[in-house]
Each structure stands twice: as C-alpha cells, then as structure tokens.
C-alpha cells in the first residue's frame, strides 16, 4: 500500500520549507509570493496531500472541532438543527463530531470522554441526560466550553432557545378557536423541562377559556411515528375531537393509526403536532403544527459557541428565537366564535 504524503514530501516537491507549507495550508500564506502559494497548493492537490490531523492540532493549538450531543439523530427536528450547525462550523473551518445518546448514560459518558480525548475545542448539547453536575465535572473541568440547547436547559451556560411555554399557549388556543373542548394530549415518556414547558403553556392556554386539561386526557407514548402509532387506542378511546401530539412524529404516527381505523383527519378527529418538520408538508391532510426554527437554532448556537471559544471571557450570551403557528389541514372548525 502506498505510503500517506507527508507534509515533507509537498515542502521538498514545491522547494519550500515544511513552515511554509504548513502556513500557506492554514490559510497564514499572505506573506508569501502568489507563485509560492500557488505552487504549493497545485502539488498538495497533485500529490494528494492531506494534512495530518495530530499534527494540525499541534500546530494550530486547536483541533477545530466541535461536539454535538444530540438525543435522536433519526428525529428530522435534530437533523434540521445539525444542518444549522454544519453550516455555520464549516463557514469557520470546524468539523462538528455528532452522536445521540439520549436516555444513554453509560455511551453518552464513552462519546463525551472521546471527545474530550480528541480535545474537541467546544460542545453543543441537547441531550438531556447530561445534567448540571455532569457539566461541571465533565465540561467545566476540563475547561471545555459548552452551549445548552432544547431538552438540555439546565439554566446554565450560554443559551439557544425558543419559549415552549408561549408554544403550548400557542397550540391550545388555536385549538380552542377552531371550537374544539375535548382535547387530548400525546406526550413523549420521558418528560424534560422544555417539553414539561409546552405542555404547561398548554394547560394555560386551556384555563383562558375557563377549562382544565384532566390528566386522563394526556397518553404518553415515546416521541417517535412508531409512538404515536402504538398509541392511536389509547388516544380514540378518550373520544377527543382533536389531539395535541407533542411533536410532529407522534402525530404523523397516530395518522396511520386513526387511518387505519377508517377515521378521516380532521373531519371525525383533528390532530396538531409541533416541531413543523418537512414530513409535515408532505402528509395528508398537511399538518397543522407550531414552527420551530430549528435550522437556525443550529446556525445560531455554533455561532456562539465560537464567539466563546473566541473570547472565553464573554459575557453570558442568550439568544431567544421566535416560534411560528402553522395552519395547515389537518384540523377541523367545529364551532366558530364560543367562548
Ligand atoms: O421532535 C423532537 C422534540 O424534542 C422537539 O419538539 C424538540 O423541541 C425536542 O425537545
């Protein structure tokens, strides 16, 4: 097998010294003749030089990394997030290092002590198994710079954040200007603080019309289609006339299981979901949900989190992003203007 190119073999092949390469690589080249860089970077591409990871770290003092700890890959509302972050790491030469481990203790501590070991130069988590003290001894401790974000809101720490409460407010309201009373709730199993918000604002925005959400209307399920699909008996045999799913995967899951039943949405029973992921757009009927900006809440926490890695002295940043009602299909008017 042929050996890796090494930093040495580019410097020799171009006539420069390895400094050079190394500066002109790391984009610090300006001092240098065009010809020079030129050269340089026609021969790394010819050669195919790549530079080694270790040594860069050594060099530059940094690996250019950042973690993110995220709790379901596979949930379209993290991958938007990700794609955020992605972006914003790439605009400044980082490379995000990704995983989920949510309710994962044991391989959430494995990825993290990994990362550490890769001295990552920075973390977004949202995850929210890692907990205040977890973060301290982990992250604080090892002077590792951290952003919360989501189901992690430890109230600690630079923020992202969007008000879940204000969300669940949102939700119910509609509902009940849409005439709907009997309403159930679909929540995940594991209830952390930003969803424990959403539904919180939801029985607020019940109360305003004078009525109470009775605790035999709320079925928790797990926060996935399969979820919400396991879930549809459970929720048809409270009789609601429509369902507020937690977010959108549950309800896209309780379609195909109210569908099943030959029940149509929304005519025999509405469903509102949360998070306005693309799949929301594509069912039938289009789903009515809430917005989260999560693509930006990406963007926006990387763009943070090396503000911070910039200057470690910063004040505390906070930056709270707008939530959005998205009407669409998928629930029905059933008596306008009661109160
Ligand atoms: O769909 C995943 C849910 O968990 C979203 O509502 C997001 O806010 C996270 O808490």
Known sequence: MA????????????????TTVSQILNGKGDRFSNDTRDRVLKLQEKLGYVPDYNARNLIMGSTQTIGVLVPNLANPFFSMFIKGIQQVAQ????????????????????????????????LIIASATLDANDIDRI??????????FDQNDAQIGDRVWVDDYKGGQMAANYLLSQGHRRISLLVGQDITHNIQQRISGFRAGMAKYHLTLADEMVVQTSMTKLGGYQATATVLAKKPTAVFCINDEMAIGLYRGVQEQGIKIPD?????????????????????????????MGQVATELLIERL??????????????????????????????
Do not use: C, W
Request: hydrophobic share 40%; glycine share 4%; charged share 20%.
């Open 3 to 18: 050996q890796k190119v090494t930093i040495r073999d580019l410097a020799e092949a171009a006539g420069v010294s390895v």
């Open 91 to 122: 605009s400044h030469h980082f490379v995000p290092i990704i995983f989920d481990a949510n309710q994962n203790q044991k391989l959430q501590s494995m990825y993290l002590e990994e990362l550490i070991k890769r001295a990552a130069n920075g």
């Open 268 to 296: 025999d029973l509405s469903i509102m979901g949360y998070d306005d992921i693309d799949l929301a757009d594509f069912v039938t009927p289009k789903l009515t949900t809430i917005h989260q900006p999560a693509f930006e």
């Open 310 to 339: 910039n200057n470690p002295r910063l004040t505390h940043q906070d930056k709270q992003l707008p939530l959005e009602l998205i009407t669409r299909d998928s629930v029905k008017l059933i008596q306008s203007g009661i109160h």
């Open 139 to 148: 992250l604080t401790r090892n002077g590792i710079p951290y952003l919360l």
